[in-house]
């Protein structure tokens, strides 16, 4: 429905100004989940800056932009109202050396597990989740310290801003790519507000409402090096390593998916454990230097994609500006209308949803379908790191129980008289039940063959299966045969032979007979 992504080459004008872009929608992103940490406005900016940096330098995936984010923020509000927020600079210097273990391990290359209807689960619910952030956007103080949905003028400048932004966004790639829509229209906007000094809501007033602070400013200066505060002791690492471990596998699952969706829009592929290794060294860094960590951005991605950012640049340009900004020109950032802002998060919704998700609905088994609902539903409702967990879960479950109804036998006798049981599918947990009931013990003759050519022994309810079974003929005085099992498959029964009574034909005790016949 909608063609949003640039197919521009990369060059360095376009990833400068691509970057530029992204420095822009950062400053309110960084702010907001400081806020859901319960940490000051300069500590989400700073990470911002930190893990943008050093992730688009170090990391796996050309043109992915990092930050602070809420999937991050979440669970680091606890830590920081019972422990205070040196504990949280401790916890993200462990949670780095944790991301850094797992590229050094190779952990990363686990993320191709994900199956399809799991990726597009976790597009389409990060795609909610973005717009459900951007409705915030539509509140005003109450006066009586809460929030209310705007009224009257003040919503009907904000829609026609977000409208005008996003119609710019839209058309301006059809005269000309020079520059990147997104950024002409937060530039005309602001123009256009400043110009007719329209009653509209600014990153200012955004941030004197998160804060509670008339003086509030995203004014600073560099980040200083500082090391948490907090005893180096066992007592202090039961504390923070928990966190420390959910937040390394948050971020971690949040950036190696989003790697994954750029691969695909950019028909190129990242480096997963690499992208481990950059996502730790950033939250390494951020513990020394007073900041609150981050991972991958799916929305800022989007935008430097959409804008042509290709390359590391795009990302070391909107790291280094945001830090501009910080410096130098807070008081110009601080006058954008949020309503620019919105308009280009409400576009990269439309560009993030998979729309043929629901055509595709009707053509994929139920059993997908429904995968891809229940992790947007996840996704949207919790966190991306549950979402993943349950949509995987359920995938290989499905797969387990499709696969479970795929075995059978074809049986004959054979010229000396044994009955011969052609086993065909895999013999794993799922297929057991299936597999026990496929045998006539009672009748069967003598001698009895179970041919394993078409057929693997995958696990260990599989030779607790065999065993089981090879109990039966053995009360019944008959004589059971495995034939044509693959090496992997007798080497499993040859390692199990302490855990269950598997037996192979070489030791005269046995009662199961592997007959390895060429």
């Not at 009907?156 to 839209?170: F, W």
């Not at 090391?227 to 950036?255: C, D, H, Q, R, W």
């Not at 951005?297 to 430097?304: A, L, V, Y």
């Not at 009895?448 to 039966?472: G, Q």
Request: hydrophobic content about 55%; charged content about 15%; some cysteine.
């Amino acid at each position: 429905m909608f063609n949003l992504l640039s197919k521009a080459p990369s060059s360095a004008k376009n990833d400068i100004l691509s970057g530029l872009t992204v420095a822009l929608a950062l400053v309110p992103e960084a702010v907001a989940f400081a806020f859901v940490a319960n940490v000051e406005p300069l500590v989400g900016l700073y990470a911002a800056f930190i893990v943008g940096l050093i992730t688009a330098i170090f990391g796996g995936r050309p043109g992915m932009i990092s930050g602070a984010t809420g999937a991050l923020a979440v669970v680091m509000v606890s830590l920081v109202l019972d422990h205070g927020v040196e504990y949280l600079f401790a916890t993200v210097l462990l949670m780095g050396i944790l991301q850094i273990l797992a590229g050094i391990f190779k952990l990363g290359k686990f993320i191709r597990m994900v199956p399809h209807p799991v990726m597009l689960g976790f597009v389409n619910g990060l795609a909610i989740v973005i717009f459900l952030a951007q409705l915030g956007q539509f509140k005003v103080p109450d006066g009586m310290g809460g929030q209310q949905w705007m009224e009257g003028q003040a919503l009907y400048i904000m829609l026609g801003l977000v409208a005008l932004t996003m119609a710019i966004i839209h058309f301006l790639p059809k005269l000309t790519t020079a520059v990147p829509s997104s950024l002409v229209a937060i530039v005309t906007v602001t123009a256009i507000v400043i110009g007719f000094d329209l009653e509209a809501r600014t990153v200012l007033d955004f941030l004197k409402g998160m804060t509670g602070n008339e003086q509030a400013t995203i004014a600073g200066g560099l980040p200083e090096f500082h090391i948490p505060m907090v005893p180096f002791n066992l007592e202090t690492f039961k504390i923070i390593f928990p966190y420390a471990l959910i937040l390394a596998a948050i971020g971690l699952i949040e950036s190696l998916l989003t790697l994954t969706l750029i691969d695909e829009i950019t028909e190129t592929r990242g480096q997963s454990n690499k992208e481990c290794i950059g996502q730790g060294a950033a939250n390494i860094t951020c513990g020394f230097f007073g900041a609150m960590g981050g991972c991958a951005m799916i929305g800022q991605s989007m935008i430097n994609i959409n804008s042509g950012g290709r390359s590391r640049l795009s990302g070391i340009t909107a790291a280094l500006m945001l830090l501009v900004f910080i410096i130098f020109a807070a008081g110009y950032i601080e006058m954008i209308p949020l309503a620019a802002l919105v308009g280009v998060m409400f576009m990269v919704v439309l560009g993030t949803f998979e729309w043929a998700s629901f055509k595709m609905m009707k053509r994929v088994p139920k059993s997908d379908a429904f995968v891809i609902v229940l992790v947007s539903g996840v996704t949207v409702a919790t966190d991306l790191a549950i979402a993943v967990c349950v949509g995987v879960i359920v995938s290989a479950l499905v797969f387990a129980w499709q696969h479970a109804k795929h075995i059978y036998t074809s049986n004959y006798i054979d010229e000396q008289g044994s009955k011969v049981y052609e086993l065909h599918g895999p013999l794993f947990f799922g297929s057991v039940k299936n597999f026990a009931e496929l045998f006539d013990v009672k009748n069967d003759p003598e001698d009895v063959i179970i041919e394993f050519k078409h057929s693997r022994v995958a696990d260990h309810s599989a030779i607790e299966a065999i065993d089981s079974l090879a109990d039966k003929y053995a009360k019944a005085g008959k004589q059971l045969h495995l034939r044509h099992l693959s090496p992997d498959c007798i080497q499993l029964l040859h390692k199990a032979r302490d855990l269950v009574e598997v037996n192979v034909i070489e030791d005269p005790h046995y009662k199961v007979a592997s007959d390895k016949l060429a």
